[in-house]
């Protein structure tokens, strides 16, 4: 049996992925329901995964159970998502390791003394972007800024949901936009677009959302209330953030930033004589504990997805996408719906564009679609989506260290709404641009 063959379960492709999200939410909304504690923690994440899997083994009983497993383990084991998994584990521990040396309670002080506490969680959406533009990542970014973010919230009355989803905001503004970033790179290559242009084109949409954003977080802010006395802060105990960051600004890799991290506390720990070698390594092994649930499914998530994918649900979205396109406005919205479906589906927005960006290319033609204007479409919708994605790797992260639900999270993702909402008023008024520009340069009297 060819491959081709057992590649036509459409839709059906994806019901294991949707047990597994009916299952992990509603059980979540039920024990909210019943005023249960930490009610999204009741049914364990993993476990619904197992259940989906499961499902996924029932689906095309001519392929062997065999062949199935096979799809799964080689998706599971995918480099890139052991290289996640890494990252995970090495960001609990530094959280953990910072924490431990006093580095965690000094950077929060730093802040809460020179961020006024009216402005702290957009200040900490405003750090976070200028650190993802510059660094070009979003996993690298919520690595770095998740432990400081959410010691900024421990410390007062801001929602630690709020933080977070400032965190992600910030770390996707700069992963949609950094030149440097890969997203950005396969979609201004990928249509034949010039880099700097897909970045104006991207800003001029960007911008105003990230506007917006602000705004929204000033609001939900509120009158911040400091928990704690505020205490000295220790510039040496901060150290390891301050390398951690520039390792990051330099483009070193982002488990060789988190590596030079956990050395770092371990130094100045040492140096400070605030633990002993024990405490540390201690610390480490926790840190890497608390992020052991979360690894597991990323690993079950990207098993799933490589089933989804053999059985032909990639190819059914990109068809049936393909055939609702008949004008411009149908090409600018179906070809972002179409990078943001197969984002959240892959949980991979660079693959997602890769997939995308030749569709792009050839539709943008026929349309006459300006290649940075496609560039910028696909590469907005596909981070939007993924940012929006209950398992993508950078929710899990930041959920992981926070014991927070990522329902809890999006319902506070200003700056992704914002940025999806200014993109498509866009799209919608950029219909006429051509008429309109005729009409000034013809002088067009109406009266």
């Known amino acids: 049996m060819t491959l081709e063959n057992e590649k036509n379960y459409g839709f059906l492709s994806f019901l294991p992925l949707i047990i597994f999200l009916t299952i992990y939410i509603g059980s979540g909304l039920f024990f909210t329901y019943l005023g249960v504690e930490n009610p999204f923690r009741k049914f364990p994440r993993h476990v619904a995964l197992l259940i989906a899997i499961a499902s996924a083994m029932i689906i095309n009983r ?7 497993i096979q799809v799964f383990s080689e998706g599971a084991g995918n480099p890139s998502v ?3 998994g890494l990252i995970y584990l090495l960001a ?5 390791a910072a924490k431990i040396t006093g580095g965690v309670e000094s950077i929060v002080n730093l802040g809460l003394t020179f961020i006024p506490d009216y402005f702290l969680v957009p200040g900490v959406f405003l750090i ?11 996993t690298g970014t919520i690595a770095a800024m998740a432990p400081i973010a959410l010691g900024i919230a421990e410390a007062t009355s801001i929602n630690t949901a709020l933080v977070s989803s400032a965190v992600i905001g910030g770390a996707y503004f700069g992963d949609n936009l950094s030149i440097i970033s890969d997203t950005t790179i396969a979609a201004a290559k990928g249509v034949d677009s010039d880099m700097k242009d897909k970045f104006k084109t991207n800003l001029f949409i960007a911008f105003p959302a990230a506007i917006l954003a602000i705004i929204m977080y000033s609001i939900f802010n509120g009158e911040a209330v400091i928990i704690n006395e505020i205490k000295p802060y220790s510039i040496t105990k901060i150290f ?3 390398t951690v960051l520039f390792s990051a600004l330099l483009g070193f890799n982002v488990v060789g930033v988190l590596f030079i991290g956990i050395l770092t506390t371990g130094l100045i720990g040492f140096f400070t004589s605030s633990i002993t070698f024990l405490n540390w390594i201690t610390a480490i092994g926790n840190g890497m504990s608390n992020m052991f649930s979360i690894t597991i499914v990323a690993i079950l998530i990207s098993g799933l997805i490589s089933i989804i994918k053999y059985y032909g649900g990639i190819n059914w979205i990109i068809d049936v996408l393909s055939k609702k396109i008949e004008k411009k406005q149908d090409a600018e919205y179906g070809l972002g719906i179409m990078a943001g ?5 892959l949980v991979n927005n660079t693959i997602a564009i890769i997939i995308t ?3 792009a290319k050839d539709i943008g033609k026929k349309y006459e679609i300006e290649p940075k204007r496609i560039a910028s479409i696909i590469d907005i919708f596909a981070c939007s989506f993924l940012a929006l994605t209950p398992y993508d790797g950078g929710m899990l992260i930041i959920t992981g260290l926070s014991n927070v639900s990522p329902l809890e999270v999006l319902k506070y993702s200003f700056y992704i709404f ?3 909402i200014v993109t498509s008023v866009n799209i919608y008024f950029n219909k006429n641009k051509k008429v309109l520009n005729k009409i000034k340069k013809e002088g067009v009297d109406f009266l």
């Open 128 to 138: 976070t972007s200028i650190i993802s533009t510059a660094i070009g990542t979003s």
């Open 357 to 359: 960006a030749p569709i």
């Open 418 to 420: 914002s940025l999806l």
């Open 82 to 84: 052991i290289m996640i």
């Open 62 to 68: 001519r392929v062997s159970i065999d062949k199935k």
């Open 240 to 242: 390891p953030y301050i």
């Open 341 to 345: 479906l197969l984002s959240s589906a």
């Open 92 to 96: 609990g521990g530094f959280q953990e």
